[in-house]
């Protein structure tokens, strides 16, 4: 079954992960390509501006498919070294090319984000939970390590006190909690998600094109690089960005106290 549902609003693309009916389990066979697709097609294309990634149904993702597990199928099939290149080819390429969208990435949380689908959710930006969101990384209950990138992710997002609390107890938290832990931005009303995620979603898109791709580089750098490094390389890119029209255009704006009409040149 198909993993993604793909729209567009103008410069906003939404990407769904649209298995409702199972509460949308990631991991089974061609979703690494699905979205690798999904994410070289947004990078090419300079009108989007930003990404809102949300779950169908009550669910943004329950995690990795427990009855594949069980049954021993698909990426959790065959021999050991069959059951890592499956992770390597088909779950890590779908964080991979997460990981790797160029415009900012907003995840609208719209309910349970277990395991894998804690981590989908974590590669986002920006994380908007709705009041019914849950978050849990339970590889643990089930004989399993945190095989999806999770141990590297999560203490960025959250510290590794806490990231350990939850890996080592398998503990699930709210909406409430996962605001307090700086897990989420914001928590909102259910039927309010979606809304709070499109209008933040143009807010950014309204933003020039270059800049705003050239400043997400510059903060995910930020992380593994030294101050002398990031100095360096904001220098070279701003020095860029001084020469193109947009810049142009937000200091008229500026000047002429009107709101900019950036058209990434």
């Known amino acids: 079954m198909t993993l993604l549902k793909i729209t567009a609003d103008g ?3 939404t990407l769904t992960l649209d298995r ?6 990631l991991g089974s066979p061609g979703d690494g390509d699905a979205f690798r697709t999904a994410c070289d097609a947004i990078n090419r294309d300079m009108a989007t501006r930003c990404v809102i990634l949300t779950g169908a149904g009550r669910a943004f993702s329950a995690g990795g498919d427990i009855k594949a ?3 021993k199928t698909g990426t959790f099939g065959g021999t050991p070294p069959a059951i890592s290149d499956g992770y390597r080819d088909n779950i890590h390429m779908m964080l991979r090319a997460l990981h790797t969208i160029r415009v900012p990435v907003i995840a609208a949380v719209n309910g349970p984000a277990i395991g894998l689908g804690c981590d989908v959710a974590c590669l986002a930006d920006i994380r908007i939970a709705s009041e019914k969101a849950k978050f849990g990384v339970t590889f643990l209950k089930l004989g399993i390590i945190p095989g999806d990138g999770g141990t590297w992710i999560l203490p960025r997002v959250i510290g590794m006190s806490r990231a350990s609390e939850l890996f080592y107890t398998g503990d699930v938290i709210g909406a409430d909690q996962a605001l307090e832990w700086g897990l989420v931005s914001r928590v909102v ?3 309010d998600l979606i809304a709070e995620a ?3 979603a143009q807010k950014i898109a309204a933003m020039p094109p270059h800049s705003l791709r050239q ?3 510059l903060l995910r750098q930020g ?3 030294n101050y002398d490094t990031a100095l360096e390389m904001a220098a070279n890119t701003q020095a860029m960005m001084h020469h193109t029209a947009d810049h142009a255009e937000g200091v008229a704006a500026l000047i002429e106290k009107r709101s900019a009409e950036f058209k990434g040149q």
């Open 11 to 13: 410069p906003v693309t």
């Open 20 to 25: 409702a009916e199972t509460m949308n389990p």
């Open 69 to 71: 597990m069980r049954d």
């Open 189 to 191: 009303p259910h039927d």
């Open 198 to 200: 499109q209008a933040m």
């Open 215 to 217: 400043s997400k580089m």
């Open 223 to 225: 992380s593994q690089i």
